[in-house]
């Protein structure tokens, strides 16, 4: 840890807020109306099977992003609060919603800071369901959206978190391209126990990289149990096999590795 903590994390997150708002043109054109090939494909997907949502629930969303999993909630007659930590995003996901012509929806924004537990419970509710999708390795601190959401949630509430999976695609990883037809392309892990911090792109068209927080499962779920949650439900995601934008990311061709992790937690 460097000699003044505060102001090191302080910095991380001012990093993580500059990235976010400085890339929200490029992340809005490339997500467009309705998430990127593995938001629409796999992620949103995954959280609505487990949301199980019913017409007129009330959904608090947290790192909404642009917008499209709100957008796809109201769609379905869902009643969303979407927020995401970055203005600039926010005013891209207004924008798009605003420009729904086929039918009314029910989706609101809001910024908040998901690593700020009282800006999640101002949010107000109480509300039937919450959800995370790709959020949470750009988080510092995950304890207080998880106490946040504890406490804005209806008792039997769900929270549905999506996340790259710690154990293969936070970890430090390496694709492994095999060179014999009979063998899997496969991936190695150098570290896994511990957190770090490491920088990344989702895109090589990307200018600034993202800041991603690695944490193991184990710890993501003793903050997710510390507030009072309880996991009733998990889903490890492989990516959609289609080929990738960036030919270094080879996702596409480990279709028995999962890329990322669907969890649901309770209310009690
Ligand atoms: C990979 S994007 C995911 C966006 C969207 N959920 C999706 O799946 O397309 C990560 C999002 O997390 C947001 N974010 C990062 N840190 C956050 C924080 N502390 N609180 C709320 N949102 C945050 C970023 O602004 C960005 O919109």
């Given at each position: 840890?460097?000699?003044?903590?505060?102001?090191?994390?302080?910095?991380?997150?001012?990093?993580?807020?500059?990235?976010?708002?400085?890339?929200?043109?490029?992340?809005?054109?490339?997500?467009?109306?309705?998430?990127?090939?593995f938001h629409?494909?796999v992620f949103a997907p995954a959280a609505?099977r487990m949301l199980?949502?019913?017409?007129?629930?009330?959904?608090?969303?947290?790192?909404?992003?642009?917008?499209?999993?709100?957008?796809?909630?109201?769609?379905?007659?869902?009643?969303?609060?979407?927020?995401?930590?970055?203005?600039?995003?926010?005013?891209?996901?207004?924008?798009?919603?605003?420009?729904?012509?086929?039918?009314?929806?029910?989706?609101?924004?809001?910024?908040?800071?998901?690593?700020?537990?009282?800006?999640?419970?101002?949010?107000?509710?109480?509300?039937?369901?919450?959800a995370c999708i790709m959020g949470a390795m750009?988080m510092?601190?995950l304890?207080?959206?998880?106490?946040?959401?504890?406490?804005?949630?209806?008792?039997?509430?769900?929270f549905v978190l999506v996340t790259l999976h710690p154990s293969f695609a936070t970890s430090?990883y390496?694709?492994?391209?095999?060179?014999?037809?009979?063998?899997?392309?496969?991936l190695?892990v150098?570290?896994y126990?511990?957190?770090?911090?490491?920088?990344?792109?989702?895109?090589?068209?990307?200018?600034?990289?993202?800041?991603y927080f690695h944490r193991p499962m184990h710890e993501l779920l003793t903050d997710a149990?510390?507030?009072?949650l309880?996991l009733d439900g998990m889903e490890e995601l492989p990516a959609?096999?289609?080929?990738?934008?960036?030919?270094?990311?080879?996702w596409?061709?480990l279709p028995d590795i999962p890329m990322a992790v669907a969890l649901r937690f309770?209310?009690?």
């Amino acid at each position: 840890m460097p000699s003044d903590p505060e102001a090191y994390l302080a910095d991380l997150k001012r990093q993580v807020l500059d990235s976010w708002e400085s890339g929200a043109d490029f992340f809005d054109e490339r997500w467009g109306d309705q998430g990127d090939e593995f938001h629409h494909g796999v992620f949103a997907p995954a959280a609505e099977r487990m949301l199980g949502l019913e017409h007129g629930a009330r959904v608090l969303e947290l790192a909404c992003g642009n917008g499209g999993f709100a957008r796809r909630l109201g769609r379905q007659g869902i009643q969303v609060l979407a927020t995401d930590l970055s203005p600039a995003l926010i005013a891209h996901a207004e924008r798009r919603t605003e420009t729904i012509a086929d039918q009314p929806v029910d989706v609101s924004y809001q910024v908040v800071d998901a690593t700020v537990e009282r800006e999640i419970v101002n949010c107000g509710g109480p509300f039937d369901a919450a959800a995370c999708i790709m959020g949470a390795m750009s988080m510092l601190t995950l304890r207080p959206m998880f106490g946040g959401v504890w406490r804005v949630l209806k008792p039997r509430g769900i929270f549905v978190l999506v996340t790259l999976h710690p154990s293969f695609a936070t970890s430090g990883y390496k694709f492994v391209k095999s060179e014999n037809e009979d063998e899997p392309h496969g991936l190695t892990v150098s570290r896994y126990l511990s957190r770090y911090v490491t920088h990344g792109v989702t895109n090589s068209a990307q200018n600034e990289p993202q800041i991603y927080f690695h944490r193991p499962m184990h710890e993501l779920l003793t903050d997710a149990f510390a507030s009072g949650l309880v996991l009733d439900g998990m889903e490890e995601l492989p990516a959609p096999e289609q080929p990738m934008e960036d030919s270094r990311l080879m996702w596409n061709v480990l279709p028995d590795i999962p890329m990322a992790v669907a969890l649901r937690f309770r209310r009690p």
